[in-house]
C-alpha cells in the first residue's frame, strides 16, 4: 500500500491505494464518485475522462499513485444540480446527450478543451473529442454543444435551441 495525497474537486484527499490500483478506482470505490465512469478499461471509449492538473485524462489508464501531489476535478466537481457549468448547461440545451454514459467524459474533454483553445473551430472540437466514443448522438449535438459552451463562456450571446 502506498498513501497517495491530491485534491480532488477543491478538497484535499489522503488515501492508502495499491500500487496498481487505477485513478478511475480510487474515484469511483473510494471516494465515492461515481460519475466518472468505467466503460471499457482499454481507454478506447473515454467515459472516465477526468481532469488532472487541467488536462484531460483517461483515469483508467492513470494508476492512482501517479495523482500523488496532483489536482484531479471530476464531473461532479465542474458543477451542481443548482448551478450547471456552462459546458454542463450546452450539451443539456443541444441534446448533445441521450443515454449519458459517454458524457462526463465528453464534458471533461470539452473543459479541456475550453481552457486551451477558448474558441475552437468544428475540425478542432471533433479532433478534441476523438478519444470518446459515443454509441447514441452521431455526434452533432456533442459538437452543437461544445460551440454553445465555448460561446458561452467568452461571454457571447446564444440562441438556445428550441
Known amino acids: 500500500m502506498t498513501t497517495v495525497k491530491m485534491t480532488v474537486n477543491g478538497q484535499a484527499v489522503t488515501r492508502d491505494v495499491e500500487n496498481r490500483q487505477l485513478l478511475v478506482e480510487v474515484l469511483r470505490d473510494g471516494l465515492g464518485l461515481t460519475g466518472t465512469h468505467q466503460g471499457c478499461d482499454t481507454s478506447q471509449c473515454g467515459c ?3 481532469l488532472v492538473d487541467g488536462r484531460a485524462v483517461k483515469s483508467c489508464t492513470m494508476l492512482a499513485v501517479q495523482a500523488e501531489g496532483c489536482s484531479v476535478t471530476t464531473i461532479e466537481g465542474l458543477g451542481s444540480m443548482q448551478a450547471l457549468h456552462p459546458i454542463q448547461q ?5 441534446h448533445g446527450l441521450q443515454c449519458g454514459f459517454c458524457t462526463p467524459g465528453m464534458i471533461m474533454t470539452t473543459a479541456a478543451l475550453l481552457a486551451e483553445t477558448p474558441e475552437p ?6 479532433e478534441a473529442l476523438d478519444g470518446n466514443l459515443c454509441r447514441c448522438t452521431g455526434y452533432t449535438n456533442i459538437v452543437e454543444a461544445v460551440r454553445q459552451a465555448s460561446a458561452t463562456m467568452a461571454g457571447k450571446s ?3 435551441p428550441r
Open 121 to 126: 473551430d468544428d475540425d478542432t472540437i471533433r
Open 48 to 50: 472516465c475522462t477526468v
Open 158 to 160: 446564444v440562441a438556445r
Open 90 to 94: 450546452a450539451f443539456v440545451d443541444c
